[in-house]
């Protein structure tokens, strides 16, 4: 019988990741997207050969109603992974309430929401996987991120409180949280910032996609099956 995974962002550098690794392990997947549509037809392409089924969505998941788009096209689902977001970076005293409002909704309010929707299916299989992707920042804070760090925080707190209440209907709930990953996010970045951020990290380099997509694969494997509302630092040593 096909596993069936959800993963939002899918068409950004560690959705694609996850993606690819959900599907050399065999799931077939929506994969969620806003506005790459070039980016998620050439991920169809690559994975087509692992022989699932792969079934591209596309809604903004930063709008109110935009989960019930993505809601709407599933049917059987046995995990998913939250991983769609944007950083934003800047002082808190020029943050627009706009700015906050869409940050708040696609890292928070549509995870939620999302997973209200399809926690029914999930119970039909009597198993099953959420894993929240969340950041260093949830966990430490960061100056000129204060807004992104709090959406960050929330979910790794969603995800520890919804581990408990999913606990016995055999439904596991865990987050990620990735340091500085090699991603166009990074690319902004002078080389000098760069460095010196390399430099804090104590394994010496930034982290890879891949390297976030196997902590993914993981947390959904039969091979964590005792590890629940756990968070999972991606960092190499970074301010641990």
């Not at 809604?59 to 992974?81: C, E, H, R, W």
């Not at 943050?95 to 299916?121: G, N, R």
């Not at 929240?132 to 760090?149: C, D, H, N, R």
């Amino acid at each position: 019988m096909k596993k069936f995974a959800l993963v939002t962002g899918a068409s950004g550098a560690i959705g694609r990741a996850i993606s690819m690794k959900l599907a050399s392990k065999g799931y077939s997947l929506y994969l969620h997207y806003n506005k790459n549509d070039k980016g998620i037809e050439e991920l169809v392409c690559q994975i087509q050969h692992f022989g699932g089924e792969y079934i591209p969505i596309k809604a903004n998941l930063a709008t109110k109603n935009g989960y019930l788009d993505v809601a709407a096209n599933i049917f059987s689902i046995d995990a998913i992974v939250h991983n769609a977001g944007h950083a934003h970076y800047g002082l808190l005293e020029d943050l627009e309430e706009s700015e906050a409002d869409e940050l708040i909704q696609v890292h928070l309010m549509s995870p939620m929401m999302l997973t209200k929707k399809l926690i029914p299916k999930l119970r039909q299989k009597e198993r099953g996987g959420i894993v929240l992707v969340s950041s260093i920042w949830g966990q430490t804070g960061a100056s000129y991120e204060v807004a992104y760090s709090a959406v960050k925080g929330a979910q790794i707190a969603f995800a520890k409180a919804l581990s408990k209440e999913l606990a016995s209907s055999g439904i596991r709930v865990n987050a990620v949280a990735p340091g500085a990953i090699h991603t166009p996010m990074v690319e902004d970045f002078s080389q000098e910032e760069i460095e010196a951020i390399t430099a804090d990290i104590p394994t010496g380099r930034l982290g890879q996609a891949e390297e976030v997509a196997d902590s993914v694969e993981f947390l959904l494997s039969d091979k964590s099956s005792y590890i629940n509302g756990q968070v999972l630092a991606v960092n190499g040593g970074w301010l641990t």
